[in-house]
T-cell receptor, first 120, second 114 residues
Framework: GAVVSQHPSWVICKSGTSVKIECRSLDFQATTMFWYRQFPKQSLMLMATSNEGSKATYEQGVEKDKFLINHASLTLSTLTVTSAHPEDSSFYIC????????????????FGQGTRLTVV | RKEVEQDPGPFNVPEGATVAFNCTYSNSASQSFFWYRQDCRKEPKLLMSVYSSGNEDGRFTAQLNRASQYISLLIRDSKLSDSATYLCVVNIRISNFGNEKLTFGTGTRLTIIP
């Protein structure tokens, strides 16, 4: 099946610094990538939808200036958590859809391995 | 009301038992449905899609009732390796340009007891 690689798998950073998370589709073109956040014992919450070559669409309550998303190519999207604070500590997961299957409704989303961010 | 609601769990069942999970969704425009499995501190992985006609994959059977907006997952002859969190996932088309959005339930934690 399709592979999505997310890096880093875990990161610890100091409060006030920025952290960049990369999400790559390795064997397919991902015209759309999704970024999720998951707090302990909670479900995945969609943060934003990223379309290649255009601005990301953020979900209500997600600060676009704090969570910068760049989707400059069909295989790479990045999420930068700017000026991270302890409350940003979470599990961040990306997923991607195969652009060739975009109009087929019943499609699988492929997930990256996730990034566990701890802000101290 | 949450868009996707699942049994609260946790479910602790003996090995070999049959266990059923239920899920309801609120958006009637939902177009496709899935069960994902998530192991602790890992990414979700697709378990199976769910069709109106019902579908089976080995020990796993999924059902969809569009009229009731209800989805179920049945696991027969449960194994220790089935221990995980099971996520009910609903896909909604949010524009005419093919944009879609996956909405996840909170998940039901299953532990199989030897």
């Amino acid at each position: 099946g399709a592979v999505v690689s997310q890096h880093p798998s875990w990161v610890i950073c100091k409060s006030g610094t920025s952290v960049k998370i990369e999400c790559r589709s390795l064997d397919f073109q991902a015209t759309t990538m999704f970024w999720y956040r998951q707090f302990p014992k909670q479900s995945l919450m969609l943060m934003a939808t990223s379309n290649e070559g255009s601005k990301a669409t953020y979900e209500q309550g997600v600060e676009k200036d704090k969570f910068l998303i760049n989707h400059a190519s069909l295989t790479l999207s990045t999420l930068t958590v700017t000026s991270a604070h302890p409350e940003d500590s979470s599990f961040y997961i990306c997923s991607a859809r195969d652009g060739r299957r975009k109009l087929i409704v019943d499609t699988e989303a492929f997930f990256g391995q996730g990034t566990r961010l701890t802000v101290v | 009301r949450k868009e996707v609601e699942q049994d609260p769990g946790p479910f602790n069942v003996p090995e070999g038992a049959t266990v059923a999970f239920n899920c309801t969704y609120s958006n009637s425009a939902s177009q496709s449905f899935f069960w994902y499995r998530q192991d602790c501190r890992k990414e979700p992985k697709l378990l199976m899609s769910v069709y109106s006609s019902g579908n089976e994959d080995g020990r796993f059977t999924a059902q969809l009732n569009r009229a009731s907006q209800y989805i179920s997952l049945l696991i027969r002859d449960s194994k220790l390796s089935d221990s995980a969190t099971y996520l009910c996932v609903v896909n909604i088309r949010i524009s005419n340009f093919g944009n879609e959005k996956l909405t996840f339930g909170t998940g039901t934690r299953l532990t199989i007891i030897p």
